[in-house]
């Protein structure tokens, strides 16, 4: 940056040397004397009317300093880039350590951050038992254990939504009950009615559709109509929230939303007959197909960014699982620090 006498130095020798230079071509001396009068003239006006003008630098540094954070989008893709420790699969995974995914430094949140985060914004996560053991998930990272224990029994309530205020933070969070698409489509065309959107949404749906309609093309029907709800809810466009103003907290104009996969099932783990013989790979990979044709998910042109439970839980193994359907809390807890990473990148914001 240059000062005030820098400046004037370059003003000067300017006046002087460039006339001169031309007089040393062929340049009579009044013209010499015109043109180092217009250079000085110029110079002088440009240089006492700079102080009005708010000048590049100084507009740059009075943006909040979360603007100045590099553009870390191309990471997400590697976010699910997860380790799980085989010898400890109830707790111990981390981020594989190869050069892209350690270059884009994902961090597990603690208390304190994920809370900084989440302050002020109001969450919702809708679906079926996967999203409920992602609900639990998010709360044990925000709440201490103590409020933990009451969450665990209202939380289990079979079928029944379950909505929490984090009193410090402002954050509100809410679970529900949405075990079919329909169920999702719905809940979106309420927030489009009451025009009050969550800040983060997490969507996720169709074991119980595998289980009770067993029909992988009326599935692709039920999630195109959720795309459609989608389309005509975005405030503004399906483009992932960059715009609006970022507050430290999450909480933007474009709600951040996410799809929680469903999880990978394994057949003859399952607890019934009739989801033994239902539940099949075959439709399952059917079922797979019509999510992505519906283009709901990022990958496939959409608005939301995929958990890719399947994907945790196949890394994670038939150890991490007691019914082939339900796992862990270590792959429910990676899908958190996923979505909260996620959240970062999008929001433009780093720890
Ligand atoms: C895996 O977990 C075991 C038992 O908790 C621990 O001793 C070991 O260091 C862990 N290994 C890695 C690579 O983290
Ligand atoms: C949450 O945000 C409010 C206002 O934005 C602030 O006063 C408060 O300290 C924040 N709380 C935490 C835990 O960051
Ligand atoms: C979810 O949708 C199903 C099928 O459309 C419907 O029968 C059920 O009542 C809905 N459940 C809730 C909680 O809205
Ligand atoms: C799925 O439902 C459609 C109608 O929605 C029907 O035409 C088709 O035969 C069904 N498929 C199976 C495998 O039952």
Known sequence: MFGAVQLGLLAACIVLFVPMGMAGWHLSRNKVLFF?????????????????????????????????????????????????????????????????????????????????????????????????????????LILGPDEMGSVRVDLFKRHSDYQIMVDETGTKLDFVWAPYVTNLTDLVMKFKADKNYPDVLVMGAGLWDMLHITNSSDFGVSLRLLRDSLDSWLPISTEFGTDGPVTGSVSIRSPHLFWLGMPMLINTMLNTEEKREKMSDDLRSDYDKELYRSRLLRQSGGPLLLLDIESLSRKCGAGCTMDGMHYEAAVYETSVHIMLNALLIESHQKL
Do not use: M
């Open 36 to 140: 180092s009068g217009a250079l000085f003239i110029t110079l002088a006006v440009g240089v006492h009317l700079t102080p009005y003008f708010p000048s590049l630098s100084s507009y740059l540094s009075s943006l909040p300093p979360e603007t100045f954070v590099p553009d870390r989008t191309s990471c997400i893709p590697l976010l699910h880039q997860i380790e799980y420790n085989a010898s400890n699969l109830g707790g111990s995974w981390s981020w594989d350590d190869s050069g892209p995914v350690s270059a884009c430094g994902f961090e597990k949140l603690g208390r304190t951050d994920a809370s900084d985060l989440l302050n002020g914004s109001w969450v919702v996560v809708a679906g079926d038992s996967q999203a409920r053991l992602q609900v639990l998930s998010l709360l044990n």
